[in-house]
Nanobody, 121 residues
Framework: QLQASGGGLVQAGGSLRVSCAAS????????VGWFRQAPGKEREFVAA????????YYADSVKGRFTISRDNAKNRAYLQMNSLKPEDTAVYYC????????????????WGQGTLVTVSS
């Protein structure tokens, strides 16, 4: 089970960190992905990290601004978001899967509820 938290209202240019808490003893062997969905739009890939944390990849729209990380000892994953823009406003979802993980929604079998991030201009 996954639970995302940490969303809120932030001004453009600001920073926010959202967290994903996982229950269960197998989290450390799962890839974790972050996705987001803005009103009226499809859910889109943001970032993903493999089970060990040794490799991560990002959507072009967030590369250089967002950083995904994980702490397997705490069963948590994080998405640090810097230099936020109004177009980053969305509900952010974390997802996990025992596979390598990828950029597609269908590649993740486990999803948490979302946390809303609102960036004001």
């Amino acid at each position: 089970q996954l639970q995302a938290s940490g969303g809120g209202l932030v001004q453009a240019g600001g920073s926010l960190r959202v967290s994903c808490a996982a229950s269960g003893r197998t989290f450390s062997s799962y890839a974790v992905g972050w996705f987001r969905q803005a009103p009226g739009k499809e859910r889109e890939f943001v970032a993903a990290i493999i089970w060990s944390g040794g490799s991560a990849y990002y959507a072009d729209s967030v590369k250089g601004r967002f950083t995904i990380s994980r702490d397997n000892a705490k069963n948590r994953a994080y998405l640090q978001m810097n230099s936020l823009k109004p177009e980053d406003t969305a509900v952010y979802y974390c997802a996990a899967d025992p596979s390598y993980g990828g950029r597609g929604k269908d590649e993740y079998g486990y999803w948490g509820q979302g946390t809303l991030v609102t960036v004001s201009s």
